[in-house]
């Protein structure tokens, strides 16, 4: 069975500081991993992930995959009280996107 | 260009009706597919389509209808609510890079 599973569940950090979370996987014909960003409504793309290795970057967040030992990170650095959400990591495989139970970050100032 | 669009945003639903979730795209994406989401566990795909007249199953299809005659629309048919369907409801579409798209929700309660 196809599983997707998110560390911590939840992180509370103080405005400035660095996190990273964490998203292992299990998912037969691995197409792609995804990082979704969600507040108080719909979540909203933030990468793609699809080779090992190689970095991805917007701005304050960066992420990367490692398909050998099957994981990925999400990192946001100088984090801000706007990055607060439930980050959510999801991974396509065989038309199926598998969905993680969501880490919930709080960023307070 | 509207993205994804469904309606309606909110309804309540005593045990045993039955209701069709709408959802519609204007990006003309082959692949559609619903979502719901329940606290402490993530989204869970219910139903998902790679084009008009093609659907199939996901992690949660009891309870559930959908049927895709459009590229445009991809309702949800709840057949006889129970309270165990009460959830936020989400459409998405994806594109060819595989980037998926959300609509704003749909928030069921069933009584």
């Known amino acids: 069975e196809d599983k997707v599973v998110q560390s911590p569940l939840s992180l509370v950090v103080h405005e400035g500081d660095t996190v990273t979370l964490n998203c292992s996987y299990e998912v037969t014909n691995f197409r792609s991993l995804l990082w979704y960003k969600q507040e108080k409504k719909a979540p909203t793309f933030l990468f793609m992930l699809t080779s090992s290795g190689i970095e991805k970057k917007s701005g304050r967040l960066s992420s990367i995959l490692d398909k050998k030992e099957l994981f990925s990170i999400l990192n946001i650095t100088a984090t801000q009280t706007g990055d607060s959400a439930v980050y959510l990591c999801?991974?396509?495989?065989?038309?199926?996107?598998?969905f993680g139970q969501g880490t919930r970050l709080t960023i307070n100032p | 260009n509207a993205g994804v669009t469904q309606t309606p945003k909110f309804q309540v639903l005593k045990t045993g009706q039955s209701m069709t979730l709408q959802c519609a795209q204007d990006?003309?994406?082959?692949?559609m597919s619903w979502y719901r989401q329940d606290p402490g566990m993530g989204l869970r795909l219910i139903h998902y389509?790679?084009?008009?007249?093609?659907?199939d199953q996901g992690e949660v299809p009891n309870g559930y209808n959908v049927s895709r005659s459009t590229t445009e629309d991809f309702p949800l048919r709840l057949l006889s609510a129970a309270p165990s369907q009460t959830s936020v409801y989400f459409c998405?579409?994806?594109?060819?890079?595989?980037?998926?798209?959300f609509g704003p929700g749909t928030r069921l309660t069933v009584t």
């Open positions: 990006m003309n994406h082959e692949y």
């Open positions: 998405a579409t994806r594109n060819y890079y595989y980037e998926q798209y």
């Open positions: 999801a991974v396509e495989g065989a038309q199926k996107l598998v």
């Open positions: 389509s790679v084009g008009a007249g093609i659907t």
